[in-house]
């Protein structure tokens, strides 16, 4: 979004009103807010001056919904429907800019250009350049940006080995987890004599969380349409599948009235734009099981067997979807393609590092202050990513860890802030770049809950397969749960540690060898909570419930009666002018008076179920600080 | 201009919403903290919310920041003035208090000099000339060199906040109690007392169920044992040696006490505070009948207003009844007195301590 | 129920690995996969009814 040219999709002089209704911003009814506009700009007669379109999401989803106002990119945040009067006013030849729902900056100075955001300042939009500008539903929006030129490029001037030559050149990188060179992997695919050949594009996104790929397709699904048919060019493939989860309704719907448009405007079927390649592009939907974002288990998914995976050699370019060649690419990858034969492996390459070229998109989500989508170039820092374009931990706290990669990857500490994200940093630091999911966790955090979040996920999606999978997560699962139960045993750390390797050793796939990683790298930089949680019964983070207690510290109870009210199980002693005390055998941890205690009293606390001491007498009286009068 | 406490309200109010919940004047006019506030913000627009409230300070009492809305609307009312209407009665009101058809200082005949002054305020009068006497001849008695003074300690005037006057009268008590030697002022209503202490005071200032408390009571056939409720006046909210004075007496006069659970700091007012009877009289009535229908038993009270305002829903005694007035099984049920009667009353109250005691 | 069914299994009589997408449509359909139309698809792709309960191992024939 950021840094491009020209925004307008407008060859027809008029302005935009853009609404996103990708499904963050649809789930604020973001389009009743498009209905609601459209009747002003109706009702003033602006109707040809002004579009109003849907477009997909522009990526600062902690401020939706979103309304853009193209070409001058004025950025509208937490729009309703009732704001529709004032943003049609604003079209008017005389209209001011609605200020009070422009972004406002930490100093509270509104920003109307969303360039200027602190958040978008520091990002570059490749995979992501379309979203939020173009109507995902309309193929014209995305012709006028250059939609499918690429394509044309590669259908009259280019050979498939020259594509291929351009993709390996531009050193692309795998944006599904794995990282291999998409270039690499269309040469060897290109390379093998059957006489079928397939393009399959993984939109399986499993990673809790992550929604890079989701918003991609929901927000631009023709760019992923045209990657998808210059690889099936590349490598001598006629017929493509988008396997796409099931959970992702509004993607699968916006796919298919893209490849209903690319099919009536001969870009999909025989002889695309009179030349003699012919593809074919079919959606197939996922049911659930995360363990078929596994390429060789997506493809038996396909095939219509069980998903799971297989042993490789044959590896899938090979021997893939029905034993012929295939090549299977995340969605992100495709996405890039026509950008790179358009502007060029040399210029794709110039950005990021040279180990890992081009940007990196992320679902930046947690303790954030700014959740959403981010892309930035392969390189930039952990810490600019986390503050610059984050703005930093929610509340202020204290900055604790990030998680990287999903289920597949690890939690880094505050000491590796300054690494430059990239595949190879991330993977020497003991986590690994995966599909973009990163999410952010502060002081309350505790980082063996987070372990045991991603093993209790990964020991429900194993497919069973494996023995060491199967058997082990479930054992890794088994000890995490009781030491955060306060029941954890001298030795669990170093079981842990042992049950991990033997994981990672014995599992066929990427599932299991990667499962043990959120348990090794939280032993790794944060064992002394481990060894608090077993040696002390102690969660430092106070968030393990069976060893954290709630307690209100009598001296600064004001009895203002907010968590006698919203303690779900009436566990608090409390009257009017009278210091409030919880009752730990009634006590279920839930946390609702810790939220509720205004921060002006600050009164209750979390301890360590040990060190709670006896309360006041119930009854006791509040003293008062006025004088009293005499 | 009401910076200061809206400053205090925007740093302190941490929005838990108990005044709104416990106070009916609250409750009944706002929703929402926001709503109040902003009332509070446009200076008390209709003269509905400004004149509601009661002053009875359960606000300041029960908030956690110990903010009081009370005293914000006061403010308010220092800076419109009154209504018309409380303007009229209050003047004509105050008129007639402090003319000699009440107005009395009338030292000890009995002593040389003068220690006390006892002041049983106007409204005690209006309810019994019979318990005024039979208290200030029982004091007098038992604390030789009690005088007794009859007049206004300006109580109305301050919660219609008309302060220059309320000083003014309240400066006079303090003058008059002087004039008599006294260094000590008994006030049986607490309402007295706590206009009397609004500023500072070079002379003591304590209630007569204290000082009765501390003496013998007088021999009287006592009737039968009861359980009373206690409601305690809303003035009397942070005094705990009033508060167990009264409760002292009741039980030096052979009865027991069952606590209504707003007691004592938390009591509920009785409506009859802040001249809302004027502006809001339903409001006046509602709070009077919710606060008796909290009673599961006769009650007793030490203040005569709240005495009266109770009465007509729930039997309600004067803790000086239950000491002074052998009659008080009946008392109970005895209607509220009306301002003729109380005018009668104050007249005849004069008359008779210038006929016993005067020179 | 039947007719649905048939109408529905049509365009995917002569394709292949087709039986994830028929019990997805059938789903989409009634809300749940009934026990009847389990059956009817097993009939109509000519797999037993466990391949349908149960999966297939990616070792066994190539077709469904």
Known sequence: MPDQENHSTQSNGKRSILICQALGCLSSHSDWIQTAIEEEISQLGLVDSVDVKLTGCPGLCQEGPIVLIEPEGTFYTRVKPEDAPDIAQSMLPAGQVVERLLYHDDNGQPVRNYADIPYYVKQQHIVLRNCGHINPEEIDDYIAVSGYVALKKVLTDMTPEQVIEEITNSGIRGRGGAGFPAGRKWAEARKSTKELKYVICNADEGDPGAFMDRSTLESDPHTVIEGMIIAGYAIGSETGYIYVRAEYPLAIKRLMIALKQAEERGLLGENILGSDFSFTLEIREGAGAFVCGEASALMYSIEGKRGMPRVKPPRSVESGLWSMPTSLNNVKTFASVPVIILRGAEWYASIGTPNSTGTAVFALTGKIVNSGLIEVPMGMTLREIIFDIGGGILGGKEFKAVQTGGPSGGCLPASALDLPVDFDSLNEAGSIMGSGGMVVVDEDTCMVDVARYFLEFTQEESCGKCVPCRIGTQLVLDILNRIIAGEGKPGDIELLEEYGETIAKGSLCGLGKSAPNPVLSTIKYFRDEYEAHIYEKRCPAGACKALTAFYINPEACRACMLCFESCPVAAVDGWLRTIHIVLQDKCIKCGSCYDVCPPLYNAVIKMPVSEVHQPPPSGTKVPRKKRSKC | MLEEELKDIYELCVNCRLCLKHCEFLNSLFETRDELVGDLESEGASPKTLYSCTMCDLCETICPSELNIGRAYLKLRQEKGPLPVQKKFIDKDQEWVLSDKFALSLPDPDSSECRQVFFPGCNLVGYSVDLVMKTYEHLKSKLPGTAILLGCCGASRRECGEDVLFKETADNVEAEVKKLGASEIIVACPNCRYALTEHERSIKIRSVYEILDEIDLPEMARGDERTFNVHDPCRARWQDEMQDAARNLIAKSGHKIEEMQYSRDLTMCCGLGGQIPFANLPLSKSMARNRAQQAELDIVTYCASCRDALAPYKPTLHVLDLIFNSEWDEARVKPAHKPSEARANQTLLRAQLLEKFGR | ?64
């Not at chain 3, 389990?38 to 990616?58: C, T």
């Open chain 3, 1 to 64: 129920m039947e007719n649905q069914l048939t109408d529905l299994l049509a365009p995917y009589r002569e394709q292949k690995g087709v039986k994830i997408q028929v019990l997805q449509k059938t789903q989409e359909e009634s809300g749940y996969l009934p026990r009847e139309a389990v059956d009817e698809i097993a009939r109509s792709l000519r797999i037993p009814p466990s391949e349908i309960f149960a999966g297939k191992n990616q070792e066994e024939r190539q077709d469904a």
